[in-house]
């Protein structure tokens, strides 16, 4: 069975710029979540997918960041503009029954904002 | 906000010791579950337990949970080098959100 797949796997960009991260969740799971990790500390919820709807997004940061399931399957995050604050692992994970069994995550997008 | 606090933030111990690292929460939950989190990796899932049990085994890993003061362990038994790494605990809620918490650094030494 194929796992969680993201893609890049790192980037570099300068404050101010626009970034896109994608990710493919193993196939059939409903729920996909976004994490944001920074260095040091536990991964923080940014937004959680149940098929194409979203189940909850009060932290993501919305003048900045989007997000969005296409069709309920595939999702991209996006952080427009970027700050040096927003530098972190992004995790995309996905499960069967949202936090009712355990979630499965990809190996992560490292972003580093200069 | 993260629901789970682990305490301690870091454990250092040799090869073959028992680490325990313990994870407090704050609301209501469905289950708890314990990552783990190698260098620069994803993590990956180690045990659920259902908020009306109160103690798993899986190999080596033991976990015990006490609803009644919102707390659960993780117990590693015969430590191995291998076993360094991250743990979080999460929890999943009743609506439906897996939340994390601040994690434990183990380092297992020779």
């Known amino acids: 069975e194929a796992g969680v797949a993201q893609s890049p796997r790192y980037k570099i960009i300068e404050k101010r710029q626009s970034v896109a991260f994608w990710c493919n969740p193993i196939s059939g799971h409903a729920t996909l979540y976004w994490y944001q990790q920074i260095l040091g500390q536990g991964p923080k919820l940014l937004i959680q997918f149940q098929n194409n709807g979203v189940v909850d997004d009060s932290q993501l940061p919305k003048d900045r960041f989007s997000a969005e399931r296409l069709k309920g399957v595939d999702s991209t995050l996006k952080i427009q503009p970027a700050k040096l604050e927003d530098s972190a692992v992004y995790l995309c994970?996905?499960?069967?029954?949202?936090?009712?069994?355990?979630?499965?995550f990809g190996q992560g997008t490292r972003l580093t904002v200069v | 906000s993260q629901q789970g606090e682990e305490d301690p933030q870091a454990l250092s111990i040799q090869e073959g010791e028992n680490a325990t690292m313990n994870c407090s929460y704050k609301t209501s939950i469905n289950n708890l579950q314990w990552y783990r989190q190698n260098s620069g990796r994803g993590l990956v899932h180690l045990i659920l337990i259902r908020s009306n049990e109160r103690e798993k085994h899986s190999g080596r890993l033991r976990v015990t949970l006490d609803t009644s003061k919102k707390s659960s362990s993780l117990l590693i038994t015969a430590s191995r080098a291998a076993d360094t790494a991250s743990y979080f605990c999460a929890t999943g809620g009743t609506a439906s959100k897996l939340t994390f918490g601040t994690g434990t650094r183990l380092q297992v030494t020779l």
């Open positions: 994970a996905s499960s069967n029954l949202g936090g009712n069994t355990e979630a499965f």
